[in-house]
């Protein structure tokens, strides 16, 4: 059964699919690379109720776990990679990448680019935000609410990665460290490298303090290209949910700062995979702000900790072995 493509939505490098009800993202060029899978997750579909309605991904303390799992299998089935096996990571907003392979058992295996094997799936997942594979059957994932998904594609030496990036791993640099990991690991040219960026939160939506501000002006020549200035008349969800604006914190976790700007993960993103070495051509941004746009994605912003996750996935086929 064919895709069919989701009509009347903003134009963008990023096309919405749908089949059997599940409905994702997908970047055209990325799609022309035939040993590739890959995915942004939308919230459409899935058996999830309120306050995860929908195709959520995660597990939470809001939803059961046997609907993330039918959730998780629904996804797989519908991307026709069902078969394949899924590394767990911890995220933890850091700028830690690791590379996934298989031991002599077949049993999954985590390693620092350059380092030993540190983990095995039975064990503890690592704790990190990015994944890089160059093995066939393996489909990396990590889940967003807000946060910024990054899939990066190495056509000639079929290499995949997916990062996970807030602020705070945007601030510690991982989405320009990936890159530099798969250099590392795999010999990876930068300059031939594809880069997929996928639904977060957006400046129209993404308030943060001066604490973050300041911080990003501390690490980044060009932090003033990341901010725009606070809106003279906030908008109706800033109203609605106002304790959540007042930092990038997460509720609880931090005091109350009054809001200083709007950030823009999109554009820091942008700014370290260049500074990485990738040509901009090659960097596909897709064209949707997750706390805008509840009707397609889950936001942590607009809706609270308690929603659900999106997934961005990513493997490379087996052509010995048919997908599905």
């Known amino acids: 059964m064919r895709a069919v493509l989701y009509s009347g939505l903003a134009r963008s490098t990023i096309k919405i699919l749908s089949r059997a009800g599940t409905a994702w993202l997908e970047s055209p060029r990325l799609a022309q690379i035939p040993w590739l899978i890959h ?9 999830s109720a309120a306050p995860c309605a929908g195709l959520n991904l995660g597990l939470t303390e809001s939803d ?20 394949f096996t899924v590394p767990a990571l911890r995220q933890i907003h850091s700028s830690h990448s690791f590379v996934v392979g298989r031991d002599g058992d077949g049993r999954l295996s985590y390693q620092l680019p350059g380092a030993g ?13 990015g994944l890089m594979t160059a093995e066939p059957g393996i489909l990396l994932n990590i889940r967003v609410a807000d946060c910024l998904p990054l899939l990066l594609v190495d056509t000639r030496r079929r290499v995949v990665a997916a990062v996970h990036a807030g602020w705070r791993g945007a601030l510690a640099r991982i989405i320009e460290k990936s890159v530099g990991d798969m250099r590392r690991a795999f010999g990876s040219d930068p300059g031939k490298l594809l880069a ?4 977060s939160i957006r400046a129209c939506c993404y308030e943060v303090g001066q604490e973050v501000v300041e911080a990003f002006h501390g690490s980044f020549a060009k932090a003033k290209s990341f901010f725009l200035p606070l809106r003279t008349r906030p908008e109706a969800a800033t109203d609605r949910h106002s304790i959540l604006f007042l930092s990038a914190y997460p509720p609880g976790h931090a005091p109350e700062h009054l809001p200083a700007a709007r950030l823009d993960l999109a554009v820091v993103a942008r700014h370290q995979l260049v500074t990485a070495g990738l040509k901009p051509a090659n960097i596909l941004i897709a064209d949707y702000c997750t706390a805008c746009r509840t009707d397609l994605f889950f936001s942590h912003r607009r809706e609270g900790p308690a929603t659900g996750r999106q997934a961005a996935v990513i493997g490379i086929v087996d052509t010995r072995k048919r997908r599905g």
Do not use: C, H, M, W
């Open 39 to 47: 995915a942004f997750s939308t919230r459409r579909g899935g058996i």
């Open 64 to 83: 059961r776990r046997e609907r993330v799992e039918e959730n998780r299998q629904r996804f797989f089935r519908a991307l026709g990679a069902k078969n």
């Open 117 to 129: 094997s540190i983990a095995a799936a039975a064990e503890k997942p690592p704790a990190g935000d």
């Open 196 to 199: 997929a960026v996928g639904p």
